[in-house]
């Protein structure tokens, strides 16, 4: 199976902040990478695919990079609702497997 | 839209057969790419992909569970359903079911939370 680690698995901002979520994968998955968003009590909502592909009603201050192994989320200007737990997932091979979580905190 | 929602039982003893069905509102289970999928969380904790089951029949499950593990789909009732068995309190989580789009995961229920406990 390919693991998939997130860092970190947690971080604290502010309001208008910007912050990065970096997801590594334990062998190349081209950019067969998608990220989830998970608020508390709630079921994950996909973000972004295929890396850096919005899904359709993400608002533009959410985007993603990268491909092979390496990853990331940015989020520029945090507002209330970004405060939640963010997930990626392979889709390269299965099983589909996903990151531990990155749990984003306000300060 | 298309909505999904679990059903089941919230409780299951140790040993026992936990058994879920996931149906499909406005939409139908035969429709675009023809499968679907259960995915679990254990509390406080991370995702982890069950399996796979198509309208055909054909399914893929996660190898860790693949001896417990079986899905299958009634299209009758637009419904697909996934059973576990031999559950132990390690089987304790929420359980989503999700639509499956080339392998990312676009829709998902609501989850139901099922407790392994005598």
């Known amino acids: 199976d390919i693991q998939m680690t997130q860092s970190p698995s947690s971080l604290s901002a502010s309001v208008g902040d910007r912050v990065t979520i970096t997801c590594r994968a334990s062998?190349?998955?081209?950019?067969?990478l998608n990220w989830y968003q998970q608020r508390p009590g709630k079921a994950p909502n996909l973000l972004i695919y295929a890396a850096s592909s919005l899904q359709s009603g993400v608002p533009s201050r959410v985007s993603g990079s990268g491909s092979g192994t390496d990853f990331t989320l940015t989020i520029s200007s945090l507002q209330p609702e970004d405060f939640a737990t963010y997930y990626c997932q392979q889709s390269y091979s299965s099983p589909p497997t996903f990151g531990q979580g990155t749990k984003l905190e306000i300060k | 839209q298309v909505q999904l929602q679990e059903s089941g039982p919230g409780l299951v003893k140790p040993s026992q057969t936990l058994s879920l069905t996931c149906t499909v509102y406005g939409g139908s289970v035969t429709s675009g790419a023809y499968y679907w999928s259960w995915i679990r969380q254990h509390p406080g904790k991370g995702l982890e992909w069950i399996g796979y089951v198509y309208v055909s029949g054909s399914t893929f499950y996660n190898p860790s569970l693949k001896s417990r593990v079986t899905m299958s789909v009634d299209t009758s009732q637009n419904q697909f359903s996934l059973n576990l068995t031999s559950v132990t309190a390690a089987d304790t989580a929420v359980y989503y079911c999700?639509?499956?789009?080339?392998?990312?995961?676009?829709?998902w229920g609501r989850g139901t939370l099922v407790t392994v406990s005598s």
């Open positions: 062998q190349s998955i081209n950019s067969y």
């Open positions: 999700a639509r499956p789009t080339e392998g990312l995961f676009d829709l």
